[in-house]
């Protein structure tokens, strides 16, 4: 295409700009342009992106503002495609101690390796539509632990995944933590804890040091003698009285929606934010499950179980149904009993060596990455910075018998870590269990790791911090609402998003609703019982809160989780006439709501319960959410029917008229 003659873009950093005013702003990386303008050819070859690129894309991204190569790479100034879509090279300054300028190579990104480029301008990319791939990276990112052993920018979390192991002895012993260190997940499928392909004597040495570390007691807890002794030495009465402390414990795990979060006999958690307890049975001392119960902080402050407030005699028999139930112990197959009972006699008892071995080995590993440990607070992580994975010199890679390419290279790392081994080169990387897609798709984020710079104007803002202080803070880590819900990017995302609750419901409903709890999604959602007074109460129980703290959480909820997305006054004015609430009426048949919603005794259960709706939403949300269902929630699958304001006014005043009988609960 040499010598023909288009309107070229000035490209300055990745990015497309129309002036040269933005030249200062933009600090190009290694591969980008010259830190002078120089313009794009692309469009020689492209003439108009709208024919290759969905239009949800150009929307936000129009090509006269974002160059080509600010999502695919490449070389924008090349006039033949060989060069356009080969591997860019740029020299980068020297590292110290070297004389000789580095080189790069950019690979030319199409199809689904563009999505790499997101992250330079969207650095919350867990959740970012029309970039699957980099958003299904971020999260494998977090919950496989990366970022315990590297750093990388945005990606990292404050907490510590994993608990404290400096009283791990009050809660197990030896011989399961040695099964754990072999492979997580033989023992838990859903384990976090990537496989650090341990051997025998590294696993026994590490558990021995773990276990000596113990500083403190562990509870005492008082057992009445049918919870404690076998079942074959009670007397008539005392059956009886187990019988029923088993029966209250299950009404107990039921009610508090424990099965939300855990996998128990083959039945996956809705949500699986917590371990699967199997062989919950055969892992943990049942006076340490008693204190864990009661108090989940004392012994891991940043985990996600709430603190359920049972009482005393709720807690024994909740413990004793997860210790006798045999959904709950499961037994190993009968080999892998046989070979670790081998095991366990072969292994000697601890010795001075054993134990400093077991230190070394904890650094070695890089255990404090992810764990609390008493004498390993200034650990360093382990694992190389990836801050410039996608752009690192390519002579910086040990690739064996690969091909020279650093897609396969960070790929066949991902799946088979221990591949580039050698008799001179000792790698300590643990097997994150990644399938085929799942190393794809993590791939994709690495290769989104560079140190290009944009200018601050095209950056994605972030959504406003959680800010909680004094009262509201204490209950937010009492409770932990953040396990499922979202408020401002903080938490999960099994829940509905709390972050503009105070302009969606009415306070009357949400004071009443916190603190005696109903149903609203039959097949959904369902909120824990954090507090059970009976257990023959098959509805959403209280949450066991006072009043002030009630009040506290009002007062939060409705000054700070707000928005102006939501009009406000939208029912003030003259009450809506009876022929405006029918035509209301008649668009909910004829868009078939029904389906999903129940009204009365009547309709689906998919989506929430409309039965009171009108005391428990604000009408200004209502016509929101019916004008544009997912401004809220881009992942809700309510329909957009394009009503037009009128037709979602109707409908909002026949909602608003459903509304509790008078003596009924809101």
């Known amino acids: 295409m040499r010598g023909r003659t288009v309107q070229g873009v000035v490209l300055i950093a990745g990015c497309a700009l129309g002036t040269l005013s933005y030249a200062d702003k933009a600090r190009p990386g290694p591969g980008a342009a010259a830190q002078t303008a120089s313009v794009e050819q692309c469009r020689s070859c492209h003439p108009d992106a709208r024919?290759?690129?969905?239009?949800?894309?150009?929307?936000?991204?129009?090509?006269?503002?974002?160059?080509?190569?600010?999502?695919?790479?490449?070389d924008a100034k090349a006039t033949r495609r060989g060069s356009a879509h080969g591997q860019i090279r740029a020299e980068i300054k020297p590292f110290i101690g070297l004389d000789d300028p580095e080189e790069v190579t950019r690979p030319f990104l199409a199809f689904d390796a563009a999505q790499s480029a997101c992250f330079k301008c969207h650095r919350e990319a867990r959740d970012l539509p029309g970039a699957p791939l980099l958003a299904q990276g971020a999260r494998l990112f977090r919950s496989r632990l990366c970022f315990g052993c590297h750093v990388a920018a945005d990606l990292e979390e404050e907490r510590k995944p994993g608990p404290d192991l400096t009283n791990i002895g009050l809660k197990t012993d030896r011989d399961w933590i040695v099964r754990w260190l072999k492979n997580p997940r033989v023992w838990l499928a859903n384990a976090t804890m990537p496989n650090f392909l341990l051997s025998d004597p590294e696993a026994f040495a590490i558990a021995d040091y773990?276990?000596?570390?113990?500083?403190?007691?562990?509870?005492?807890?008082?057992?009445?003698?049918?919870?404690?002794?076998?079942?074959?030495?009670?007397?008539?009465?005392?059956?009886?009285?187990?019988?029923?402390?088993?029966?209250?414990?299950?009404?107990?795990?039921?009610?508090?929606?424990?099965?939300?979060?855990?996998?128990?006999?083959?039945?996956?958690?809705?949500?699986?934010?917590?371990?699967?307890?199997?062989?919950?049975?055969?892992?943990?001392?049942?006076?340490?499950?008693?204190?864990?119960?009661?108090?989940?902080?004392?012994?891991?402050?940043?985990?996600?179980?709430?603190?359920?407030r049972l009482s005393d005699e709720d807690i024994k028999t909740l413990v004793y149904y997860l210790t006798t139930d045999e959904h709950f112990n499961e037994e190993l197959q009968a080999a892998e009993r046989i070979e670790q009972s081998a095991k366990r006699q072969a292994a000697s008892f601890p010795t001075l060596r054993s134990l400093q071995n077991g230190k070394q080995l904890v650094t070695y590993y890089g255990c404090a990455g992810c764990h609390t440990i008493k004498n390993h607070e200034k650990d360093l992580k382990i694992g190389p910075a990836l801050t410039d994975l996608g752009v690192k010199p390519l002579k910086h890679f040990n690739f064996g018998n690969l091909e020279f390419d650093r897609e396969a290279?960070?790929?066949?790392?991902?799946?088979?870590?221990?591949?580039?081994?050698?008799?001179?080169?000792?790698?300590?990387?643990?097997?994150?269990?990644?399938?085929?897609?799942?190393?794809?798709?993590?791939?994709?984020?690495?290769?989104?790791?560079?140190?290009?710079?944009?200018?601050?104007?095209?950056?994605?803002?972030?959504?406003?911090?959680?800010?909680?202080?004094?009262?509201?803070?204490?209950?937010?880590?009492?409770?932990?609402?953040?396990?499922?819900?979202?408020?401002?990017?903080?938490?999960?995302?099994?829940?509905?998003?709390?972050?503009?609750?105070?302009?969606?419901?009415?306070?009357?409903?949400?004071?009443?609703?916190?603190?005696?709890?109903?149903?609203?999604?039959?097949?959904?959602?369902?909120?824990?019982?954090?507090?059970?007074?009976?257990?023959?109460?098959?509805?959403?129980?209280?949450?066991?809160?006072?009043?002030?703290?009630?009040?506290?959480?009002?007062?939060?909820?409705?000054?700070?989780?707000?928005?102006?997305?939501?009009?406000?006054?939208?029912?003030?004015?003259?009450?809506?006439?009876?022929?405006?609430?029918d035509v209301g009426r008649s668009i909910y048949e004829r868009k078939g709501c029904f389906a999903c919603h129940q009204i009365g005794m009547e309709g689906g259960a998919v989506g929430p319960e409309l039965t009171a709706v009108g005391d428990r939403l604000q009408p200004g949300y209502i016509f929101a959410l019916l004008k544009r269902p997912q401004t809220f929630d881009r992942h809700m699958v309510m329909p957009n029917y394009g009503l037009s304001d009128a037709d979602a006014t109707a409908l909002t005043r026949f909602l608003m008229t459903l509304k509790a009988q008078e003596g009924e609960a809101p």
């Open 210 to 308: 773990l276990l000596s570390l113990r500083e403190e007691k562990g509870p005492a807890v008082a057992w009445e003698p049918f919870l404690s002794n076998p079942q074959d030495q009670l007397s008539d009465e005392e059956s009886m009285n187990a019988d029923r402390a088993f029966d209250r414990g299950k009404a107990i795990w039921g009610q508090a929606r424990c099965s939300a979060c855990h996998n128990v006999a083959g039945v996956v958690g809705a949500f699986e934010a917590g371990p699967d307890l199997n062989r919950v049975a055969g892992k943990v001392n049942r006076d340490w499950l008693y204190g864990w119960l009661k108090d989940p902080r004392r012994y891991y402050s940043a985990g996600l179980m709430p603190q359920f």
């Open 409 to 581: 290279w960070i790929k066949k790392k991902l799946t088979d870590p221990r591949f580039f081994q050698t008799r001179y080169r000792n790698l300590r990387m643990p097997d994150p269990g990644l399938s085929v897609s799942e190393a794809t798709a993590l791939r994709t984020l690495l290769l989104s790791l560079t140190d290009d710079r944009v200018p601050s104007d095209l950056m994605v803002a972030k959504e406003p911090a959680l800010q909680s202080a004094g009262e509201f803070s204490r209950l937010l880590g009492e409770l932990k609402c953040t396990t499922c819900h979202s408020i401002r990017g903080v938490g999960g995302r099994f829940a509905p998003d709390l972050s503009w609750e105070g302009s969606k419901l009415n306070r009357a409903w949400f004071e009443k609703f916190v603190k005696s709890p109903d149903i609203i999604r039959p097949l959904l959602q369902q909120m824990p019982r954090l507090y059970i007074s009976d257990p023959s109460w098959e509805g959403m129980p209280a949450l066991g809160l006072s009043d002030p703290e009630v009040q506290t959480l009002a007062d939060y909820v409705f000054r700070e989780l707000v928005t102006d997305k939501i009009p406000r006054g939208f029912a003030e004015g003259p009450a809506a006439a009876e022929s405006q609430v």
């Open 51 to 74: 024919k290759t690129h969905p239009e949800k894309y150009l929307v936000n991204h129009p090509p006269d503002r974002f160059s080509c190569a600010a999502c695919h790479h490449g």
